[in-house]
């Protein structure tokens, strides 16, 4: 199964108008933090994954599962 956090966080950030600091600030976390989660170079924790879920109103399963960027088409 392939993850998709990264691209997804990227992805709803982007598409909801916000900052990396935009971000950081809603989660309490510095704006590098959000920078290293995009490009891999940090993991974050679950508990981190569930709040970034929550603040762009996606299911967890979704957010790391599917790729938000390329939307299923209707049938």
């Known amino acids: 199964m392939e993850n998709y ?4 966080l990227k992805f709803l950030r982007l ?3 916000m900052t990396q600091a935009d971000l ?9 933090t959000i920078g290293k989660w995009e490009k891999r170079e940090r993991t974050p924790k679950l508990e981190e994954v569930i709040r970034i879920a929550e603040v762009f109103d996606v299911p ?3 957010i790391i599962t599917e790729d938000l ?4 088409k209707e049938k």
């Open 5 to 8: 956090f990264y691209k997804n």
């Open 15 to 17: 598409s909801n108008g």
């Open 24 to 32: 950081a600030k809603r989660l309490k976390k510095d704006y590098t």
């Open 60 to 62: 967890l399963s979704e």
């Open 69 to 72: 960027t390329n939307p299923k």
